[in-house]
């Protein structure tokens, strides 16, 4: 047997009164893919950054071709051979791809030279990259060739890959994995970062799993199942959503009717055309890969930016695009954003604060008038906490001390109390822990079927076909037609998403 | 022709302190920090530059007064906003009462000692000369060298310099020190060059029109040197129609260069496209590197 | 030394920390007066302590804070949406101007409407110049920072022209005064040293303090402060905030220049105020961007300014030592403020690092 490329020893993080790492161990072998889990706040990201010098463990040792070694910083990781490409990725916008990978590059200052490499190596790998374009303008996609490529070029023996699939379409991620086996039949070890166990099973060789900070698995994941897996992740059986089917069709609730609106920003999306209608008791998924115009999408349907002509919305019958966010949760509209904090709440703010925070209008109980009642506020803050089991430590804490499971619930509590006819959800459970996701996915699930109208806007495609029941693609601001979940599959779904319809769309726009 | 020759030395006279105050910020802002501070800076390098002439006798020995002076500012700044993290638009606030008002109590002795006037070069004075010197400086550095690479990404987005091992916070201390110096040496031009003598109160405003001058040159040191130019224009325009006496009140005049400010910040700031690119979008957000 | 993050504000610290400040400002004081010879403790008292051991001088205490308290108040609550007026030495200017104009133009309209028009002038003169800043700031993006700080400037020039020009007091032997304010042109006292202005600034202070914490307003101040994205998403207007703020602080501001002018300046001259519309800037921090709070900071920045005078007539400090003492209080208000949010972690830190 060969001798591991990296062994990671007894490696413990504190940070304050956090143990993140707790005696994690950890050994990788020359050209393998080894998969590391875990749930959102197991330790997995910790680890990693300490692999790639970015944090310096508490203690614990590492070991590089059996040598011990301290990783002072990233830079001598990369010097050692050490590649990563993150999560949300350490790009900088207004400067231009070349540039950006320079910047991860010992060398010295040549951006000519540098763009004919990038050019070879991009090539060679099928990366498609033009070295000159500023990054802002680049799609999610050619944003992690770049990531890639910034490690391909220092020639890594291991690379180090955050969730890379979460923000590609399933054709693009097969792409991806083709490049992770040629580098691992080059030699090349890749520590593979996800939650997606499906891919796990068929790209790794072996895997790791943490829970709570430690290790609790090593095995073959060709030999798991995803229950199995997700089994040894959580701790516990996942707990499915339970689900009716859905009744006959009730009335229309929300009708979307050539829906455009002007991209707000330099490098913000369009929305073109869009058109959609939602009934009663259904739900609806919006798919797509990140930044193809949810956020703006959300910001139309909310009100947060107001359409140009009142008939493009219709909630009930009534046209009112032009309304705002307020007049809209007058009407029975109910938003949960992408961004808990500092969006759907103010992370210094207490709960019961920003329970005002989307009720003044709608709740005559918190705010009257000019005044604002907190006493009411602090008691339908309770409400909600005893409801939708929200954790916290104080009373009244401020939103950003708590943890993402407890905080979605808690934002989604605040407009589910409203009992909405509509609700408008972007990303339900991004960043939340099994057992919260499962809650709040049940808690969609039941507002729907008591006669409300759901959109939600998610990039996870287990979540949609779990919960939704139609569904329908963005991409690049076009939204295809609304399919029943039950006759897609993922591979259409991902033509949707690297944009089929839109020229089909196109040719329908100049026949009208 | 003698006259335009004139003309052109008292406006160059005009813009080499706000050229040399708004290349240091440039660079400051472009590393994501906004110092406000400036015209404090600048008061106390205009204080100490005098002051160490007057010191020393020897109008040179003035000029690393107020480099030194500009720093120690700076440093100041810099401590509060990257290590204690306080808020860089209070801070730079308050650097500029702090220094408005120490350099007035520096001062007091100084006031209506006769100056000495920096000796020239040739002919002309050689800190215009360096303030070219210096634009090219800023811009080579900032486009064509690994480090101006660095500090531009720094400001772009400090969260991805930090993942890649750049220290955001040692980067920017720098940053902050050369826009101290610049500032200060902006400061001792005016109380070595352009009123060779030390008045309260004697930068009247310019640091603030150089902050601007940043905003209106979208950050590019070429346009910096464009941008002070025209402000040098403009308010020597004020001094000499009012020697020509054309009945235009005073005071209108001397509003001239704090008017145009306003009206070019509302030109270049509507304009999104001019802006758009070399905004450094982390511009004044504290960093705090995460876990 | 390393900062550390702490998961909510300490309400410990937001109490002490401008207390900390104020000790550390003193012990600073005592230093520049030992280093200019001058016993500390005995600079210290006649700067600190003698002013409020006098009725008269505490009466006069009270009357210098009240411009303080009026515009800290506002500007306060500018701060707290991060609407960054700064210009508010500007528009005291132009709430004089605005005051001023009536008792030039009507020099013998004597009546209660009279004072109280040129309260309502000066408030409106106050709020016209600071919607100049709001107005470019929402229309064109322009910097609200330096285009307030400019406007300083333009009308300070403004009204010197205007005292040495067409409002100069014809008798004033060419002198650049306008005249003499007399009865209703002036604000009337309630004792032998105090007038109406500081009534007038202790309840703008505490209404304004009831708005920030009861009112919807002062809720939609607070968010469009903490995070912009989550005030649009509860239905504020960015636009319309930035415009309440510069009206609110620009209004408070310019009632507070046709205060002086009623009241301690009685005229109108090139300079109305020795710059308490900078000073504000840090009661208005010092204060902890509360409008109650700076209640006390204004008195606080009162006593700065009366203890530099009395230093200078007692101990031949010149009074610039005000301004530098002020300077450095904000200096030690702001890195205080960073204990509330971080604690700081200096050797357990560094040890932990090694094990």
């Known amino acids: 047997m060969t001798a591991p490329l990296l062994e990671v020893q007894d490696i413990v993080k504190i940070f304050g009164t956090l143990k993140a790492n707790d005696n994690v161990s950890l050994d990788i072998m020359p050209g393998e893919i080894h998969a590391f889990l875990g749930e959102n706040g197991a330790g997995k990201s910790t680890l990693v950054k300490m692999i790639y010098g970015a944090l310096q463990p508490t203690s614990g040792n590492m070991r590089w071709h059996g040598k011990p070694i301290k990783i002072q910083n990233p830079a001598e990781a990369r010097a050692l051979g050490i590649g990563m490409v993150f999560q949300h990725f350490s790009l900088f916008d207004a400067l ?22 990038i050019k070879s190596v991009s090539k060679d790998y099928g990366l498609p990259v033009d070295p000159h374009a500023a990054v802002g303008d680049l799609s999610v996609g050619e944003r992690q060739r770049i990531e890639i490529l910034r490690c391909l070029l220092q020639n890594p023996k291991l690379l180090i890959m955050d969730e890379p ?190 329970m005002v925070l989307t009720r003044h209008a709608s709740d005559a109980a918190i705010a009257r008038g000019m005044l604002v009642h907190m006493d009411q506020a602090e008691i339908a803050k309770e409400r909600i906490v005893k409801n939708h089991d929200v954790r916290k430590g104080k009373i009244d804490p401020e939103a950003r001390s708590l943890s993402g499971g407890n905080l979605q619930k808690f934002v989604m509590g605040r407009e589910l109390d409203r009992n909405p006819g509509i609700l408008i959800i972007n990303q339900p ?76 769309s196109r040719e329908s726009s100049h026949a009208a | 022709m003698e006259l335009l020759l004139t003309l052109l030395t008292i406006i160059m006279t005009a813009a080499t302190p706000l050229l040399l105050a708004a290349l240091g910020e440039t660079i400051t802002e472009r590393a994501g920090v906004l110092n406000l ?22 109008p040179w020995a003035g000029i690393p007064f107020a480099i030194l002076a500009g720093m120690a500012m700076a440093l100041l700044f810099a401590f509060l906003t990257m290590t204690l993290l306080a808020n860089q638009v209070a801070t730079g606030l308050a650097l500029t009462l702090l220094g408005l008002g120490l350099s007035a109590l520096i001062g007091e002795r100084l006031v209506g000692q006769p100056g000495i006037k920096l000796p020239l070069f040739l002919g002309i004075d050689p800190l215009i000369p360096f303030s070219f010197l210096l634009t090219g400086l800023v811009s080579w550095f900032l486009f064509r060298t690994k480090a101006g690479l660095v500090v531009r990404a720094v400001g772009n987005n400090h969260a991805s310099a930090h993942a890649l091992g750049y220290s955001v916070i040692l980067v920017r201390y720098l940053c902050i020190l050369f826009g101290g110096a610049c500032a200060g040496l902006a400061g001792g031009y005016l109380s070595l060059v352009y009123t060779p003598q030390w008045v309260e109160n004697m930068t009247a405003g310019r640091g603030w029109i150089a902050l601007a001058l940043v905003v209106f040159a979208s950050w590019l040191p070429l346009r910096v040197l464009a941008g002070a130019y025209l402000f040098g224009t403009i308010s020597i325009l004020s001094f000499v129609l009012q020697a020509m006496g054309l009945g235009i009140p005073s005071q209108l005049l001397s509003s001239l260069p704090y008017l145009g400010t306003i009206l070019a910040l509302v030109v270049i700031s509507g304009n999104k496209a001019l802006t758009r690119r070399n905004t450094p979008a982390s511009l004044g957000q504290a960093f705090v590197p995460d876990r | 030394m390393r900062l550390e ?15 900390i400040a104020l000790g550390l400002t003193v012990i600073t004081a005592a230093i520049i007066f030992a280093l200019r010879g001058i016993n500390p403790l005995n600079g210290l008292y006649v700067y600190f302590i003698e002013p409020l051991t006098a009725l008269w001088s505490v009466e006069q205490l009270l009357v210098k804070a009240s411009p303080l308290i009026l515009i800290g108040a506002g500007l306060a609550v500018a701060y707290r949406a991060n609407v960054w007026n700064i210009g508010a030495e500007g528009q005291l200017t132009a709430g004089a101007i605005m005051a001023g104009m009536i008792p030039v133009m009507l020099p013998n309209w004597q009546s209660p409407l009279t004072l109280l028009l040129m309260l309502l002038f000066g408030a409106i003169g106050g709020m016209a110049w600071g919607s100049i800043s709001a107005f470019l700031k929402n229309r064109f993006n322009a910097n609200e920072i330096l285009t307030s700080l400019m406007l300083v400037y333009v009308v300070q020039l403004l009204l010197d022209w205007l005292v040495r020009g067409p409002w100069r007091d ?39 303090g009831f708005v920030m914490t009861r009112t919807l307003k002062g809720f939609e101040i607070t968010v469009s402060g903490l995070s912009p994205r989550a005030a649009r998403f509860s239905g504020f207007s960015q636009q319309r905030t930035v415009m309440f703020c510069f009206l609110l602080s620009g209004g408070l501001a310019g009632l507070a220049g046709a205060i002086e002018i009623s009241s301690v300046v009685g005229q109108l001259q090139p300079q109305i105020s020795p710059g308490y519309g900078f000073a504000a800037i840090i009661v208005a921090f010092l204060g902890r961007l509360n409008p109650v709070g700076a209640i006390l900071a204004g008195l606080l920045l009162a006593l700065s300014y009366i203890g530099g005078e009395a230093v200078q007539t007692a101990l031949q400090v010149p009074e610039k030592i005000t301004r530098v003492i002020q300077g450095v209080l904000l200096f030690y208000v702001l890195a205080c403020d960073t204990l509330i949010n971080y604690r700081i972690s200096g050797l357990s830190a560094a040890t932990q690092v090694r094990v």
């Open chain 1, 96 to 117: 231009t791809a070349a540039e950006n990978i320079a910047l991860a590059l010992p060398d010295a200052y040549d951006i000519s030279g540098l763009s004919k490499r």
């Open chain 3, 5 to 19: 993050k702490r998961a909510e504000r300490s309400p410990t610290m937001a109490l002490a920390s401008p207390f």
């Open chain 1, 165 to 354: 699939t979460s923000v590609l379409t399933p054709q693009e991620a097969d792409q991806l994995f083709v490049v992770l086996r040629r580098l691992a039949a080059e030699g090349c070890a890749v520590l593979y970062i996800s939650h997606r166990l499906e891919e796990v099973m068929t790209l790794c060789s072996a895997a790791t799993i943490l829970r709570h900070g430690k290790v609790v698995a090593r095995l073959d994941p060709r030999k798991e199942t995803a229950t199995s897996l997700a089994r040894l992740m959580v701790g516990a059986e996942v707990v499915q959503v339970k689900s009716t089917a859905l009744a006959a069709r009730g009335a229309e609730r929300l009708v979307l009717k050539n829906l455009s609106l002007a991209a707000d920003g330099a490098f913000a999306t369009a929305l073109k055309n869009i058109s959609l209608s939602v009934a009663g008791g259904e739900i609806v998924a919006i798919a797509g890969v990140a930044g193809n115009g949810q956020g703006e999408l959300f910001d139309a349907l909310s009100g947060e930016r107001r359409l140009t002509r009142d008939h493009m919305l219709q909630v009930d019958g009534r046209a009112i695009g032009k309304i705002g966010i307020n007049g809209r949760r007058k009407l029975g509209m109910a938003f949960v954003a992408e961004e808990r904090l500092g969006h759907g709440a103010v992370p210094e703010l207490n709960l019961s604060s920003n």
């Open chain 3, 170 to 208: 014809p008798k004033g032997f060419n002198f650049p005064k306008s005249i003499t304010f007399t009865d209703w042109q002036l604000l009337p006292y309630i004792t032998s040293g105090i007038h109406l202005g500081v009534v007038i600034a202790l309840v703008m202070a505490l209404v304004l």
């Open chain 2, 37 to 58: 501070g400036v015209e404090g800076m600048m008061v106390m390098g205009a204080v100490a530059g005098f002051g160490g002439a007057y010191l020393t006798g020897n």
């Open chain 1, 429 to 504: 459970t991004w960043g939340v822990d099994a057992g919260a996701a499962a809650a709040i996915r049940q808690a969609i699930v039941d507002l729907s079927r008591l006669g409300s109208a759901v959109i939600v806007i998610s990039q996870d495609l287990d979540e949609i076909f779990e919960i939704t029941d139609r569904i329908a693609v963005i991409s690049r601001g076009q939204l295809s037609e609304a399919l029943p979940a039950s006759e897609l599959t993922r591979e259409a779904i991902g033509l949707l998403m690297a944009g089929a319809h839109e020229a089909k």
